[in-house]
């Protein structure tokens, strides 16, 4: 159990540090592959968590793989998602729908650099879970332990686009939260988490 106290013993996707402050690093990452899930919360009875099982099952953490290969594939971290508004594609001028009630959520996994293109990984038993290659990305990144709850990545999302609009970046889409740790596996105030900003 060495990953009670947060550490992190599984790969993480490849970065550069392109600058750093005191609060803040700009990052850019590598291409990489993604499983991704998108959902909607509601139907998920209140279970946060709900898309998680469903990757964990693709790569096979729990058991056997959900995947026409059968393959099993390592965990690497961190678990990312997004939210998005039923509002993000329409004018600007309508009400901004707030997550709880009409956002989707987006999880994902990165998966292992071996894979280097989608038709590489194995193809996915679940038709929710989705195989698709990230390109080369920059984020305006923040770190933070403990639990990530609603509140704390509000404040830490609207400090952090404040600062970055400050030094000049131009922000460029929804943030996205990266956790670190198997919430069922690390005591809350060991948890790393950050949030991301992508910027261009």
């Not at 898309?51 to 965990?75: D, H, Q, R, T």
């Not at 509140?151 to 131009?170: C, F, I, Q, S, T």
Request: charged share 25%; hydrophobic share 40%.
């Amino acid at each position: 159990m060495g990953m009670v106290f947060g550490k992190i013993t599984v790969a993480s996707p490849k970065f550069q540090v392109l600058h750093s402050t005191p609060t803040y690093e700009i990052r850019q990452y590598s291409p990489s592959v993604a499983a991704e899930i998108t959902y909607d919360p509601a139907t998920l009875k209140g279970n946060k968590d709900g898309g998680f099982s469903i990757l964990a099952n693709y790569i096979g953490v729990l058991g056997k793989p959900c995947n026409k290969a059968a393959e099993k594939i390592a965990m690497t971290s961190p678990v990312i998602t997004t939210t998005t508004t039923a509002a993000e594609k329409i004018d600007m001028t309508a009400p901004v729908v707030t997550a709880e009630s009409g956002g989707r959520v987006r999880m994902q996994f990165i998966l292992p650099e071996k894979y280097k293109r989608a038709e590489e990984a194995p193809e996915p038993v679940d038709e929710r879970v989705v195989i698709r290659e990230e390109g080369e990305r920059k984020y305006g990144v923040v770190g933070f332990s403990g639990v990530a709850g609603e509140a704390v990545v509000k404040e830490k999302v609207e400090k952090l686009k404040a600062e970055l609009e400050r030094d000049g970046y131009k922000v460029a889409g929804e943030f996205v939260l990266a956790r670190y740790n198997p919430p069922w596996l690390t005591l809350p105030p060991f948890r790393t988490n950050e949030v991301m900003i992508p910027v261009e």
